[in-house]
């Protein structure tokens, strides 16, 4: 099940693109940033607790007003998506343009976060072929994957945890992608959980964001990929019986928060995930998705669900991004738009259909300010 915090001030990681010297960098702002972002976080010990503060309840109670332990580990999740922010390299006229910036021994450190207890094993990559032909269709970093290998962290959190962080659109060739944005088909999927083959609606998602997710680029194979082989290698050695509970926790900003529940899907609807799915000791997966757009219909929302992927959504009301593409369409058919009840203007569900802007916004959540 899917929750979402609203708020009306910005809520999530941005980059803005300055010159200092001569010679431009980004600079990274992010509300959900610490008040010392540098220092070791002096977070509370949550390991009793946080299987529902990663949706084991689907955050029953803990939205609104907001609990204290959730709003901790926003902020830290919000810090993991400025990582990826800010280790990529934003100089357009820099033959590294694209690129990550640091290496993984020491990305978090050089990205304004020592001590998070959590190593990076895999720096990950997206590609387009949506691109017009004088744009680059090379692969840009995009990601990167962390576990958490520090004893008195895995102690404090309850589990050993493993973060994917991606940061949001950069590149043209991503703008491309924001803006194709009828739905297209998924593949089947081998998961035994999924419920929806026979109510005459099949799963659907945003092109764009389902291309820039599977095109392979000519140094690395595709983002689904990447993904795929990491958290296989991860899960068979961390996972399994006399370890500590594994959770994988997917996070991203805009592009990225959208990149974010496409990741958890392809986690929880894999056949290596399924073959753990009736184990104790299978891994807990949940989307932290901060000022995301809409990714698919009904359809996928249900079988996102039925997998078992958790998605917290943390919205900004004013926040444009949030509102688009399509309309979105309850489980009743109705077409509806985030205004006041009165006012909702309501689309024929068959036009949206054959113009593919059918959409579904995952679950319901509390209404709340900027977590600071």
Not at 24 to 40: E, M
Not at 240 to 262: D, R
Request: aromatic share 8%; charged share 25%; net charge positive.
């Amino acid at each position: 099940m899917a929750a979402s915090i609203s708020g009306a001030h910005t809520c999530y990681p941005s980059a803005v693109v300055a010159r200092r010297g001569g010679r431009r960098c980004a600079v990274i702002r992010s509300s959900l940033a610490t008040s010392s972002p540098a220092c070791k976080p002096l977070g509370m010990r949550i390991g009793r607790q946080w299987t529902e503060l990663q949706g084991a309840r689907d955050w029953d109670g803990l939205l609104n007003p907001l609990d204290g332990a959730l709003r901790g580990e926003l902020v830290r999740y919000g810090e993991f998506v400025r990582a990826a922010y800010a280790s990529f390299d934003f100089d357009g006229d820099a033959p590294s343009y694209g690129s990550c910036r640091f290496p993984s021994s020491s990305l978090l450190r050089r990205s304004g976060l020592p001590e998070t207890g959590y190593q990076v094993t895999r720096l990950l990559h997206a590609a387009s072929t949506s691109a017009p032909s004088w744009l680059s269709c090379s692969s840009s970093y995009i990601g990167y994957v962390a576990v958490c290998d520090d004893e008195d962290e895995i102690e404090r959190l309850g589990r050993r945890d493993v973060v994917i962080a991606f940061r949001g659109t950069a590149t043209c060739s991503e703008w491309v992608n924001n803006f194709k944005s009828t739905l297209t088909d998924l593949p089947p999927t081998t998961s035994r959980r999924s419920g929806d083959a026979g109510d005459g609606e099949a799963p659907m998602v945003e092109s764009g964001f389902w291309r820039l997710f599977t095109t392979p680029g000519k140094a690395h194979s595709s983002l689904q990929h990447q993904v795929r082989g990491e958290v296989r290698r991860i899960v068979s050695e961390y996972g399994g019986k006399g370890m500590p509970p594994l959770s994988i926790t997917v996070t991203g900003h805009s592009l990225g928060a959208a990149l974010a529940v496409l990741t958890t899907y392809e986690i929880t609807t894999s056949s290596a995930m399924q073959r753990h799915s009736d184990d104790d000791d299978a891994p807990m997966v949940t989307a932290v998705s901060f000022g995301g757009p809409r990714v698919g219909n009904a359809a996928f929302r249900r079988r996102l669900e039925e997998s078992g992927g958790k998605v917290l959504r943390v919205v900004n009301s004013n926040d444009i991004v949030t509102k688009v593409p399509g309309f979105p369409v309850d489980d009743c058919g109705a077409a509806r738009e985030d205004a006041p009840a009165k006012r909702k203007p309501r689309v024929p569900r068959w036009l949206l259909s054959k113009m593919g802007w059918e959409y579904s916004d995952p679950g319901h959540g509390a209404q709340r300010g900027c977590i600071t």
